[in-house]
């Protein structure tokens, strides 16, 4: 049995209760903390329409003292935000699962965060571990496996065509769904309109990998204009406007385009044609086609694969980690 | 600088030699061992039509006493046929890669064998990793790594569907191509005809990753029919002859079908419109349907995977280990 809690019961985190529920042999739920007064009160019985007594609590500090093992944290997407939530879990000597994007590999955006974190975990004995569908597998430690057939690699390519279409209002502002085209060029050039997370973090984790210098990732974000009607019960797109973000980015060594990651965000693609799926293409010898259609969801992909890192992170080396540091990630098939 | 000797320098031998040469920076090559007196006295050079003075010996004492930190055996499929020389291999204090099928998961064949060697490899501190495509990646890690975003998994279905077009007449033989569909049967009944060596193996590495019981592992053999004529420079086939093996490796838990590896083996599948490709799907949720197509070839995956295993075995902890237990593999970057 390994004592766990979550931070964070939002749609990740009650996905991820759901996965822990599941094993009621191999996880014990020690708490969870939520920041939400809204949430804070009901059980996770409550929120998940399921059987479970456990109070969802604001005071991490109580439930921090019950020692959980591993603490996983699914709250917010930049390192300043987790942050405090990180370091109060190793201070209590927990292992650390994150799904922030940027803490799959935190080095692209703040080397001095993961210096003084990698320092952190040292300290307390414990693991850092970003997690996630993406960054986190589809489009990093997928291709980093991939490539391990290979004899020689020139470039990567990798796509993965998503629908938007389930989520909320706060998913089509940050992608610029239902802007005009100006709205859109405007929220992007403002910061509003952000489109995906995590694709120097993506690009780092392959490089290091396989060894490859990246010197400069370079990310573009253009509007997906739809040329029918879309619509969402959160959003109305007309033809002519924006259904969603393509979103880019590239790395390069020495000005040589080494690896391309695209990622075209939108509502209801299948209505101009548009298959949803990952697509992987390593140009080399061999070269790679993967392909799988549908698109393996975001968000089932996030807590599924933050769950089945919990048996791995427990037996691993203190310091931040990545997932390609660690074994094979798998699927811990549930004991009951 | 990683110390390697490489023993066995046929197909795979040959193969990963042409990876080794390329990376001057990274690995040493100290020495080639083989038992085919024709290649003895050749130089590495000479077998690949590339510049390396090394010569191939069949005195594996004296390469061996030139202390490798990594030996790579590619020479036969069998754990009993490999036995001396990864015995010797490690009793000089290298770690050992090695292709034969059976060591990818030695248990399913002979635990006495992993036991004995499990011991010995703790005993001199080294490592011993059974590598290839398939099984070593294709029909198990991948699958593995893939099972790593699902909440839950009901049952795993793959598939390889390859081409033997380009291989030889002992390849042709124990594929059973070319025979009548009587003198099939026959040769599979008798052993002469064996498909695929590695079914029990990947369904153990996947089980064992996933945690499945499977207490029953069945392998069936069927004949692939031609209704065209096909033919290879070593065979030809009339239509109503074999052209291929279908071999099928299914892995049980409590009579429930959990796992069913399926690996289509013929020539010039094309010409009856069979698309060449790796397939893996995963019944569960969610649910995956990957596709590589054409196939990843099996030589170039095999000795492509092995080469980049160099760099993961040096700092792997003692004992037998699998390619899961090992982190991600990865594609590993010439310096120069």
Known sequence: MIRVAVWGAGMMGQGLLGYI?????????VGVIDADPARQG???GDLLGRRCD?????DAAAVLAREPEVVCICTRSNLDEVADQVEAAVRAGANVLCTAETLAYPWASDPDWAERFEDLAVEYDVSILGTGINPGFMLDALIVAWSSVCL????????RINDLSPFGPTVMQSQGVGTTVEEFERGVAEGTIVGHIGFPESIGLIADAIGWEIDEVVETR??????VPRETPHVKVAPGDVCGCRHIGRGYSNGELKIELVHPQQIHPHLEGVETGDYITIIGDPEIHMSTSPEVPGGKGTFASTGNYIQ???DAPSGILT?????????????D
């Open 21 to 29: 529920l599941d094993r009621p042999g191999q996880i014990e739920l």
């Open 42 to 44: 009901s059980t996770v």
């Open 54 to 58: 456990l109070p969802v609590t604001g």
């Open 152 to 159: 020689k690699i020139d470039r990567i390519e990798a796509q």
């Open 222 to 227: 253009e509007p997906i204009i739809t040329t």
């Open 312 to 314: 791995l992170i427990v």
């Open 323 to 335: 997932v390609t540091d660690l074994p094979v990630p798998r699927f811990w098939a549930p004991t």
